[in-house]
Nanobody, 122 residues
């Protein structure tokens, strides 16, 4: 069974940094489009960044130049480096695998992790 597992969330002050990790459980990352999504309280889930098997990356405009998605091949770990965090980045962050929409930022992925919470204070 395919099941991504996230870690690395926490509390940080605005302007700080966090790095989220997503490890595989049951599948090789290299075969899938992988993505990070987030969902703030009372809001719908939104795409943050995706990376396809060829390494093509897409970022949401709200995180461009602040967040970096990357994969560590061999260990099959997906990262999301988040710098210059803002209060509005606070949300539950989810790792997802296997897009059904061409690796877009739409949350149309087959496999989802349980999420890791990020809280950014002023």
């Amino acid at each position: 069974q395919v099941h991504p597992v996230e870690s690395g969330g926490g509390s940080v002050q605005a302007g700080g940094s966090l790095r989220l990790s997503c490890v595989r459980a049951g599948f090789p990352f290299s075969n899938f489009c992988m993505g990070w999504f987030r969902q703030a309280a009372g809001k719908s889930r939104e795409g943050v960044a995706t990376i396809d098997p060829a390494g093509t990356i897409t970022y949401a405009d709200s995180v461009k130049d602040r967040f970096t998605i990357s994969k560590e091949f061999g260990k099959d770990i997906l990262y999301l480096q988040m710098n210059s965090l803002k209060v509005e980045d606070s949300a539950m962050y989810y790792c997802a695998a296997d897009s059904t929409d061409g690796c877009s930022l739409r949350p149309l992925f087959v496999y989802w992790g349980q999420g890791t919470h990020v809280a950014v204070s002023p």
